[in-house]
């Protein structure tokens, strides 16, 4: 998981993921042109330019459907009282499927395709779990260490009612 305050390491999280992104928002545009033109080269430029549509309609298409299912499942999951939170993780991959599967390329619509994949789906989603969200049973800002220890809560002050205003 990172952490921004880690004193031992300033930022040092932070630039790796500028890192990473820098690279993926430069390499990808370039291996997906690189494709195109090597695909284009060998089908010719209208097949590829074909190609390139029937996967964004077919992976609009296939969006939709597993969108409905997970919507459905979300539903379901309500009705028995549990939380939806991997079927919202689906939910937020296949918004992340549906904008490859949109990007013309041949690279980012395998890895939409990919992403449709619902065993695959949430095997990532079990992953990420487990290597990146800290799990507690305790409520926000306290632990139950600091509970046992402080006793019991004591809150003072002064209260009246409105219509004894003469008598402060």
């Known amino acids: 998981m990172i952490n921004l305050l880690d004193s031992n390491k300033p930022w040092t999280n932070l ?9 993926f928002f430069l390499l990808v545009p370039l291996f997906e042109i690189y494709l195109l033109i090597k695909v284009g080269g060998i089908i010719g430029p ?7 549509v029937f996967t964004a309609v077919l992976g609009a298409l296939l969006i939709r459907l597993q969108g409905f299912s997970i919507l459905q499942r979300v539903r379901t999951t309500l009705a028995q009282g549990e939380i ?14 549906g904008a490859m599967l949109l990007t013309p ?11 449709l994949i ?3 789906r949430r095997r990532l989603i ?3 779990i487990q ?8 409520s926000f800002g306290t632990s139950q260490r600091d509970e046992q220890h402080r006793g019991p809560r004591i809150i003072e002050g002064e209260s009246w009612r409105v219509d004894d205003k003469n008598d402060r």
């Open 105 to 115: 390329g041949f690279f980012t619509d395998t890895l939409g395709f990919v992403c």
């Open 118 to 120: 619902p065993s695959l």
């Open 84 to 97: 939806p939170a991997i079927e919202m993780l689906e939910g937020v991959i296949l918004l992340i499927s």
């Open 126 to 128: 079990m992953w990420f």
């Open 15 to 23: 630039h790796i993921m500028f890192r990473i992104l820098l690279i």
């Open 46 to 52: 209208i097949p590829t330019v074909s190609l390139v």
């Open 131 to 138: 290597h990146h969200v800290m799990v507690s049973g305790t």
